[in-house]
T-cell receptor
Framework: DTAVSQTPKYLVTQMGNDKSIKCEQN?????MYWYKQDSKKFLKIMFS???????INETVPNRFSPKSPDKAHLNLHINSLELGDSAVYFC??????????????FGPGTRLTVL | GQQLNQSPQSMFIQEGEDVSMNCTSS?????WLWYKQDPGEGPVLLIA?????ELTSNGRLTAQFGITRKDSFLNISASIPSDVGIYFC????????????FGKGTKLSVKP
């Protein structure tokens, strides 16, 4: 009964390629997020969606495009991958945006390696 | 922008010892969350705090939301080997639209 799932777990690809990471939550939450964790383990939010609407876009390059086909899914598509994109990407979800409804539940992460 | 200062960066302790870590900020937060991340996994929520001065326990874990709303601490009592991992504080402020700011983490190592 995985609450927040991501695929793939590992992704190794060449510079310049386009790749996607999928995320699904079965918690019935309205809000989903994408985070990037760098090699020093620093977690930084990239995007958040509430009811399929983009809420936060934290100065992420245009090469990153989130897509939310429905409330349970938030996929991350990355164009023209660069070496600096190598990181672990986490999807998360919460019931809502604010206060006690913003307890965020994280997926297991996708380790992206760009060669 | 908003920043959280988390300390210590790492801790090496003996099994059975108590542990304390904290986060401070120059800004006021209205929510503090404490997460633990095991290797190869996503962060898991340990404790959530919503009111200034609130003290909350979860088993051997105790966390407090500082009165000034600019700090929080997490204590772990009688540590065991499975406490090993990285602990993160995260805060949310009014108007942040769900944006959580994470501290840089405290890496805990427990020697059996």
């Amino acid at each position: 009964d995985t609450a927040v799932s991501q695929t793939p777990k590992y992704l190794v690809t060449q510079m310049g390629n386009d790749k996607s990471i999928k995320c699904e939550q079965n918690l019935g939450h309205d809000t989903m997020y994408w985070y990037k964790q760098d090699s020093k383990k620093f977690l930084k939010i990239m995007f958040s969606y509430n009811n399929k609407e983009l809420i936060i876009n934290e100065t992420v390059p245009n090469r990153f495009s989130p897509k939310s086909p429905d409330k349970a899914h938030l996929n991350l598509h990355i164009n023209s991958l660069e070496l600096g994109d190598s990181a672990v990407y986490f999807c998360a979800s919460s019931q809502d945006l604010r206060g006690e409804w913003n307890e965020q539940f994280f997926g297991p992460g996708t380790r992206l390696t760009v060669l | 922008g908003q920043q959280l200062n988390q300390s210590p960066q790492s801790m090496f302790i003996q099994e059975g010892e108590d542990v304390s870590m904290n986060c401070t900020s120059s800004s006021i937060f209205n929510t503090w969350l404490w997460y633990k991340q095991d290797p190869g996994e996503g962060p898991v929520l340990l404790i959530a705090l919503y009111k200034a001065g609130e003290l909350t326990s979860n088993g051997r874990l105790t966390a407090q939301f500082g009165i000034t709303r600019k700090d929080s601490f997490l204590n772990i009592s009688a540590s065991i080997p499975s406490d090993v991992g990285i602990y993160f504080c995260a805060g949310q402020w009014d108007g942040s639209q769900g944006n959580l700011i994470f501290g840089k983490g405290t890496k805990l190592s427990v020697k059996p």
